[in-house]
């Protein structure tokens, strides 16, 4: 009977200290919609105290870091903590891919976005289109072309999809630039 009333209390312990894992995860998006940016990092800095190993929390963090702070390798930290602790959260990968686009690492988000690909529940379209970009800022039209098609196959989204056309769009004007500089630089050798 002890051994019983030992295990059941246990739970009960086990049970709050999730239940007060998730307030402080709510609280903190609570603050992050209120554009309360600070109160938000303390909170979240508090839960990895304590639970140095939740990925929610990284995530979180790593989002402030990055698009609040500007503060881009501790942002780059914490979305890797979080990548690590909680590998099929599909929001880090999103939030990630934007790091690296922020960070003009194109060749690295065209290898994250292979993997966030895999990812369960990721929004498929979203990283089609920054992988996509990533191709175009490497002059890679044919693959970007591509990959913005995909994309567009892949959502119901009207905004995506018209930034994927878009996106196209700019491509054919960058062909049409990138072959009349070419004819202007083959007058100019003869």
Known sequence: MVLLWTK??????????LL???????KAKDHIDCWDYIQAKRLLMELLED??????????????????????????VHF???????????????????????????????????RAEKVDGINLAYIQRNK???YEM?????????????AIINTLDE?????CEGGIERI????????QLDYITTLNVA
């Not at 007060?20 to 709510?26: K, M």
């Not at 990548?83 to 988000?109: G, V």
């Not at 890679?140 to 913005?148: L, P, V």
């Open 132 to 134: 996509a970009e990533a």
């Open 8 to 17: 059941l209390n246990k739970n009960n312990v086990m049970d709050d200290i």
């Open 159 to 163: 905004d995506l999809i018209s930034c």
């Open 20 to 26: 007060n894992t998730e307030e402080y995860i709510l």
């Open 51 to 76: 639970q140095p190993d939740h990925g929610r929390a990284h995530q979180l963090l790593g989002w402030i870091y990055a698009s609040q702070l500007n503060q881009y390798d501790m942002a780059e």
């Open 172 to 179: 054919a004007r960058k062909i049409k630039i990138k072959e």
């Open 80 to 114: 890797k903590m979080a990548i690590r602790f909680e590998p099929n959260h599909a929001t880090t990968y999103s939030d990630y891919i934007y790091l690296l686009k922020m960070t003009s690492r194109y060749k690295e988000m065209i290898k994250f976005a292979e």
């Open 138 to 150: 490497l002059r890679d039209y044919k693959k970007a072309i591509s990959t913005y098609s995909e």
